[in-house]
């Protein structure tokens, strides 16, 4: 009889530590919204704020515009100016100049000269010679006609008109490899005419 007592006791006594040890394990674990949150929060983000970026910032550029304008001179000009705002920037046309000449929609490049003749006057005159044509008898790419481009090798109707679209879309080339981004052009192709092209 001592004995069932004995085992009955230990036995309650090891349910009662089993129900609290429950109990307290269950007072300290995270509920299932606190779990919730730890799996769904997100993780810090280290990476700079968009604002913070330093974005690179082009330097000035001075245009020479001379002519038919009413303050003929050397102005400057910001990364996506065009020669409408150099013309503005020089006064406007005088009543002689012929605008027709005159490509407004076109974006300048640092040390560009911008040139507007009078009214039956060719602006190819005002250049000493053919503007297409550097001293050095190299094709002038940026002046360039669509004729003047298809002398250069490796270049048809084609090309040379995606030359002039992409000239006119994107202002002038500054270095020779940008004729890469005109379609149809690859290294091959440049290296064709590399040495018979002056850019800028």
Known sequence: MTDIIKKAGIFIVAAIVMVLFLFLSKDNSPSDKESLNLVNSPEPDDSPDETDKQLPVEGPMYIDIKGEVKEPGVFKASSGDRIKDMVQMAGGFTSEADQTQ?????????????????VHEQ???????NPELAENGKVR????SKEEI?????????????ILAYRE?????QTIEDLLEVSGIGEQTIEQFRDSVQVP
């Open 102 to 118: 005159v490509n407004l929609a076109q974006k300048v490049h640092d040390e560009m000269s911008i040139i507007v003749p009078k």
């Open 123 to 129: 602006a190819d005159d005002l250049q000493n010679g």
């Open 141 to 144: 790419i940026n002046y360039a």
């Open 150 to 162: 298809e002398t250069l090798n490796g270049i048809g109707p084609s090309k040379a008109e995606a």
């Open 169 to 173: 879309e994107n202002g002038y080339f």
